[in-house]
Nanobody
């Protein structure tokens, strides 16, 4: 089994930055692709960013390209999401997820964290 715990959410003004962290345990972290998802009230969950096993490939939703950066440190069993130039449209619950495959842009992730709230004010 795999457990994931997110941290780093909070409230920030538009234009500000936050860094989310996701610490994993169980199994072998380096064998999993890792993704970040978000869901706002009344909206469908969407993938924000993802990173491959070794970190050589990444995926970003068009709405966050150039503003968000996903990275991972396998020695620390941790994945990060650096979020810059935040705007109110980024307000959502952000969750990290893991899957044992090479496809990044999919909703079919196997393990999920509890989520962390990000609120961006105008």
């Amino acid at each position: 089994q795999v457990q994931l715990v997110e941290s780093g959410g909070g409230s920030v003004q538009a234009g500000g930055s936050l860094r989310l962290s996701c610490v994993t345990s169980g199994r072998t972290f380096s064998n999993y692709a890792m993704g970040w998802f978000r869901q706002a009230p009344g909206k469908e969950r969407e993938i924000v960013a993802a990173i491959s096993w070794r970190g050589g490939r990444t995926y970003y939703h068009d709405s966050v390209k150039g503003r968000f950066t996903v990275s991972r440190d396998n020695a620390k069993n941790t994945v990060y999401l650096q979020m810059n130039s935040l705007n109110p449209g980024d307000t959502a619950v952000y969750s990290c997820a893991a899957r044992g495959g090479s496809i990044l842009a999919t909703h079919r992730y196997d393990y999920w964290g509890q989520g962390t709230q990000v609120t961006v004010s105008s």
